[in-house]
């Protein structure tokens, strides 16, 4: 049985196909238009899967949508009509696009792929809890979904038993964690649904004590753990053009900070202070949720579940023992979580979660990648050994060569996780700077991903050598020991903290193998980690997008497949 799931229409658009319970291919669609966060209809990312399959659409036998166009439709005009007639412009220039396109989900697959059977839908949220449960080899656990908005709901709290999931609490628009941590970032002078991690990684800068009370006047929190915004101090529910009010910008004494401008001392305690409060809403309502649930497993999913300094402090600051989120938890990997969801439901049998791994986007033959390197006339040596081209790039790195990494299958989520990244050493803070400037051409207060070899974890980090799986996604943040301030200072925040990328053999061989002769060389098991991109556009999926990404920084060398170029070549 094949089952495609799809989402799109808000933001990254993404398709998934799953044979039999086992996810085959999947993809988020910037990475094949090369347009951020592409929210279009996914039909790039659909294509790679079939074509990778070896099938065609009409061997689908279930597509499956992310969401239920119809119940957000009803939120959008309910909205609408509360806050007529502020909202009119917003309404004027959206409401369009529903009967042009946002309600017409079968009738634009049987334009693009001629697929001409009923079409499914699943609610937004229970997407984002099958994502990430059915992943997690849990019979019983906790899910919590948090995000911006669904069709209603913006949080949910429920339970998966037995591979049946059931929402049991939910909080509805317009009282929302993430579009809070969104309107604070716009705020802030960054992008909303891009530039949060952003505001997290500036947080470490910050104090709190300035503002941590201001906060107390945006949200309340009740002892159920559920909360309320108060919405004089926010616009998102009637405006497409700002996020919050003036009234909000009187609160903090401070106008908002233009793009690009000057970073000050009380934006560094603006950001510290939302983050403190994220946490301590979470925090609470998670320890609200076990002592109600009393299951020692938590499922985490929806945008928020990005927040990777949330998540590092989930098992140390509640009683749950064991924690899952997936590659992707945001609306991409709701393309994902539907399709499990429907096979569950079709099937009645387990998701293959024991051989899943996030690489499932596409991989490129010698040959492609050769005629690539050859109209392009770039020089290159070939490695015939793979044990040649570990041992040689192990030295590049160590001489503090920046590497641009381009290897097999595309990840699957927001991280570089070893097959579409850049690497170097972490042996100075000047590389991290080099990086940041004339690599990424980013803001120099942010922070890189140290990858490690997992059985070094408990000497580097103040952590459990047992750390969820999901810290091989690159989504947990934990402190360095003294160790890392030595060994490795340019993967270590301002906070001492580091967002770790775990990594095993059987996951990433020749990723592995790179790691462990570098260790083997300088005796340090960690190296830089960042993705193969730089600041505004998707992480690299071709080849030609790899050489182009290499020509236009101060990458030193590209290593595709297994050929080795050189800039100075």
């Known amino acids: 049985m094949y089952i495609l799931g799809i989402s799109c229409y808000y933001h990254d658009s993404a398709a998934c196909l799953l044979k039999d319970g086992k996810v085959v291919a999947a993809g988020a669609e910037e990475r094949f238009t090369r347009k951020k966060h592409d929210n ?25 949508f992310y969401e239920k166009p119809i119940l957000k439709y009803d939120r959008v005009l309910n909205q609408y009509l509360d806050t007529f007639p502020k909202c009119y412009s917003t ?13 017409q989900i079968s009738q634009k697959l049987k334009e693009e792929l001629f697929y001409l059977k009923p079409v499914l839908y699943v609610g937004h949220h229970l997407s984002h809890a099958a994502s990430a449960y059915y992943l997690s080899g849990f019979k ?3 899910i919590l979904t948090l995000d911006g908005v669904g069709e209603w709901a913006t949080t949910t709290i ?37 530039a949060e991690y952003k505001v997290m990684g500036l947080a470490a800068y910050g104090n709190v004590k300035p503002f941590l009370k201001h906060f107390d006047q945006l949200i309340t929190q009740f ?61 609470k309502m998670l320890n609200v949720a076990y002592e109600t649930y009393k299951t020692p497993n938590l499922c985490l999913a929806g945008g928020v579940a990005l927040n990777s300094v949330l998540n590092g402090k989930i098992l140390s600051k509640t009683k749950f023992k064991n ?94 996780l070893g097959n579409r990244s850049i690497l170097a050493s972490a042996a100075t803070t000047k590389m991290r700077d080099i990086i940041n400037e004339k690599v990424k051409h980013r803001e120099m207060f942010r922070p890189f991903a140290p990858v490690i070899l997992e059985e070094h974890i408990e000497d580097y980090f103040v952590a459990d050598k047992n750390l969820p799986i999901s810290a091989r996604y690159m989504l947990m943040v934990y402190p360095f020991k003294p160790k890392g301030e030595k060994d490795v200072p340019a993967v270590v925040h301002v906070d001492g903290s580091g967002r770790l990328q775990t990594l095993v053999r059987s996951d990433n061989p020749l990723y592995y193998e790179l790691i462990e002769k570098y260790y083997q060389l300088t005796g340090v098991p960690i190296i830089i980690n960042t993705s193969f991109n730089v600041r505004g556009e998707p992480i690299v999926c071709s080849p030609e997008d790899a050489v182009n990404c290499f020509l236009k920084t101060d990458i030193d060398y590209l290593v595709i497949d297994q050929y080795v170029c050189r800039k100075k070549d």
Request: charged share 20%.
């Open 91 to 103: 309404c004027k220039d959206t409401i369009s696009q529903w009967f042009d396109h946002k309600l």
């Open 140 to 142: 019983k656990s906790v």
């Open 323 to 416: 924690l899952y989120i997936p590659p992707d938890p945001s609306d991409a990997g709701g393309a994902m979580g539907a399709a499990f969801y429907v096979y569950h439901q079709k099937i009645h049998k387990a998701i293959d979660h024991k051989s899943f791994n996030p690489y499932l986007g596409p991989s490129y033959s010698w040959f492609q990648i050769k005629k690539v390197l050859d109209a392009q006339q770039i020089k290159y040596t070939f490695y015939e050994s793979r044990d040649d081209l570990t041992t040689n790039v192990a030295q590049l790195v160590q001489k503090q060569n920046i590497i641009g990494w381009f290897q097999g299958r595309m990840e699957w989520g927001p991280r570089a």
């Open 223 to 283: 002892d159920d753990g559920s909360y309320q915004l108060n919405m004089e101090y926010f616009t998102f529910d009637w405006s497409n053009r700002s996020m919050y009010s003036s009234k909000l910008i009187e609160l903090f004494g401070h106008p908002a900070r233009k793009p690009e401008s000057k970073m000050m001392s009380y934006h560094k305690n603006i950001a510290a202070s939302l983050q403190q409060k994220l946490e301590e809403v979470v925090l």
């Open 158 to 194: 429920g339970t998966g038993i037995d591979g049946e999931l059931k929402i049991d609490k939910e909080i509805q628009f317009p009282h929302s964690l993430g579009l809070l941590y969104s309107a604070m970032t716009t705020y802030l002078g960054f992008s909303a649904n891009d």
């Open 40 to 64: 279009s209809f996914p039909i790039n990312a659909i294509t790679y899967c079939l074509d990778f399959a070896g099938i065609a659409m009409n061997e689908v036998d279930e597509v499956v």
